[in-house]
């Protein structure tokens, strides 16, 4: 069979649902075979950080050229630095049949949507408000006020849900790791991404069959 | 959260594909929770056969009611005896939000997906022609021109594939089970399937803040 295109699966969700942590444990296993995306960004390079591992560290012009030639998925700035992705890495993953993983906040993730929307789209969520809340309270670290401004964000971007293809609920690490790799597996198998290569069979059966007779 | 209604699980292909062989390894495994849909027939029961388990054994009038009560999800004649599928221990089973498994022909098929088109139809396809012609060939039990019908209709019947959701090539049993426990799984966590549980939890989170401010 010929070799299907690869998926461009794009993990998002609210801030301290852990993101990173699920990404990381995909990642580590050593069957995972997904490519995962490399942001490019112009800050500086911290020690212990590789050029085009942790990041493609480059110039703000070459950044802002990157922009107007439209050869970014969606790129923001923060604290006076851009951070964005870069299409070209990743359309030539996907043509080699390799997925490309990206793991993005909810903006991001909305942006990249409007650019290919036939990516995979997993929203991750908390097992629950409650549960986000408990966890939020436990850290510490943020006023009863700066909890709740947190609850509030958390809300708006749980309810940007239904611009998603799939939600995994981030209870136990493992568990959401097995239902992303299930997804992605199953994805290769609808329908319309085998129909080709499947009616290529039946024609050349056909074609060898009339050639013989 | 609250129970996700069950999904129906249709799986079908051209005959010869190993239908029943993937279904037994799919409940032979000791985590599967699927039901597995029991079919009613008129014929008699023979030896070893259980009513309820293999079949529900009814008679010709009790058949024609259920067909005449629109109380079968699809049915057929075969050298004198009805088999069908029916309708109220599936429903029964999904508003449990248990996962009902059937096990049917590419025609059957057809029938259930117009009465109840939110199933998951998942086509089991052959790794190839030329495969499943040795397959056939091998047996040494039909001739030349028998094949060839065979074949024949095995390519009509593949080419109904586009009317379902997923494909899995039966190539090795236990990647087409692994395949198809993870469609079931991926599908569980569509967004449309998930939202509403979701969306209870952030309300009844923000109605409890409300009370106590």
Do not use: W
Not at 47 to 62: A, R
Not at 93 to 109: H, N, P, R, W, Y
Not at 138 to 156: H, L, P, Q, Y
């Amino acid at each position: 069979m010929s070799t299907q295109r690869g998926l461009l699966i794009v993990l998002s969700g609210p801030s301290g649902v852990g993101k990173g942590t699920v990404r990381s444990a995909i990642f580590e296993d050593s069957n995972c075979d997904y490519v995962y995306s490399v942001s490019a960004t112009t800050r500086q390079r911290r020690p212990g950080e590789t050029d085009g591992v942790d990041y493609f560290f480059i110039s703000k012009e070459g950044f802002e050229d990157l922009i107007s030639q439209e050869a970014l998925l969606e790129y923001a700035e923060y604290v006076g630095n851009y951070y964005g992705t870069p299409l070209a890495s990743i359309e030539e993953s996907l043509s080699q049949g390799k997925d490309v993983f990206l793991e993005i906040e909810v903006q991001g993730a909305r942006k990249v949507r409007e650019r290919m929307p036939e990516g995979i789209f997993i929203f991750l969520a908390p097992p629950s408000l409650n549960e986000l809340e408990s966890r939020l309270t436990d850290r510490g670290t943020d006023s009863k006020e700066v909890i709740a401004r947190r609850m509030n964000k958390a809300k708006e971007e749980i309810e940007l849900m239904s611009h998603y293809d799939y939600v995994v609920v981030n209870d136990q690490i493992h568990t959401a790791v097995n239902e992303i790799n299930a997804i992605i597996k199953s994805e290769h198998l609808r329908v319309e991404r085998v129909m080709n290569s499947i009616q290529a069979d039946i024609n050349a059966y056909f074609e060898k069959e009339a050639n013989q007779s």
